[in-house]
């Protein structure tokens, strides 16, 4: 099995002692080689492809190259505002979110876009995505050069011991596929591993709201189900299965690529959420809980404001 590619550089002190951050990525790094040993057939073989990460994007030239699609699917078609730039401390963050869609997650890219219009080549962001995506050819190329990682500990942690910031959505399929009605929801799944992340890394986390996104491929239904009887959580780690309304397909699976509908996409960063500077809290279970409602209910007042101001239930 290939393992991750590329731990941070060290940036010892007078001690000779690597950093808070250098230490977690070195032991992220020796879980994920591990389990990605382990894994066989068509779940080894994603795990493998996966794991092939490095820090070396994004592709600046290419990202410039790439601004003629995305300015005008920002600007034009998804008429999208985004605001709380003010709020971001200064790098490493780790910034935390909801999503929706897939294979292209719009509402995730476009912030991931956004930030290099805004910071330009001077602060990198990484986004992180499931390993299916990471691994799949075609697409998991073009993520690579866009800069994103792959969403497990060892990349991420990686990632935030060389100073780099890394956004990454905790709720997974879960979220990004969520049905329609739910779309205003914070859904994180219960998923607490990114706190545990932060507090080892030594990083402050911002949660980021945003609404709209699930307009532009509205799902009908998660198919927690059809996705078991599959097995599709022991291939590949996915707990749904949906169908949604996309086009040009009508009613079709929700992996299917689709063009997605003029949705008007709002985000907003909201404040940083401190977090406890002993490493030792990140196995302290009850802080871990509190600090994930902490981020899931900033998320969540944040949404609220943004839907507030939706003039049309579909594309407003």
Avoid at 211 to 225: H, Q
Wanted: proline letters at 8%.
């Amino acid at each position: 099995m290939a393992k991750s590619k590329q731990l941070p550089k060290k940036r010892q002190g007078t001690s000779g002692k690597a950093t808070q951050a250098e230490q977690q990525a070195e032991r992220a790094k020796k879980k994920a080689d591990v389990r990605r040993e382990q894994a066989g057939g068509a779940a080894g073989w994603v795990a493998e492809r996966a794991g092939q990460w490095s820090l070396d994007g994004p592709d600046h030239g290419f990202m410039h190259a790439q601004k003629y699609f995305w300015n005008p699917l920002m600007d034009l078609y998804f008429r999208m505002e985004v605001e709380g730039w003010e709020r971001i401390p200064e790098p490493p963050v780790l910034l935390v979110g909801v999503h929706s869609g897939a294979p292209f997650v719009w509402d995730a890219w476009t912030i991931g876009v956004q930030w290099w219009r805004h910071y330009g080549e001077e602060r990198p962001l990484h986004g992180t995505a499931h390993d299916v995506l990471m691994a799949a050819p075609g697409v998991g190329t073009y993520f690579r050069k866009m800069g994103v990682l792959p969403a497990a500990a060892d990349s991420m942690s990686a990632a935030l011991a060389a100073g780099r910031d890394v956004a990454v959505w905790p709720g997974g399929e879960v979220d990004s596929l969520r049905p329609w009605v739910k779309r205003d929801e914070a859904t994180l799944a219960g998923r607490t591993g990114f706190i545990r992340l932060a507090i080892a890394s030594g990083v402050p986390i911002v949660p980021i709201a945003t609404v709209g996104g699930p307009d532009s491929m509205p799902v009908l239904f998660s198919g927690r189900r059809l996705a078991k009887a599959m097995r599709l959580d022991k291939i590949a780690r996915l707990k749904v299965f949906p169908f949604a309304i996309s086009l040009p397909w009508g009613i079709a699976p929700a992996a299917l690529p689709e063009i997605p509908l003029p949705t008007k996409i709002r985000t907003s960063f909201q404040e940083p959420v401190k977090l406890a500077r002993d490493p030792a809290k990140a196995n302290d279970d009850d802080y871990v809980d509190r600090k994930y409602e902490e981020v899931r209910k900033s998320i969540q007042r944040g949404m609220d404001e943004l839907a507030r101001r939706r003039r049309f239930p579909l594309f407003g």
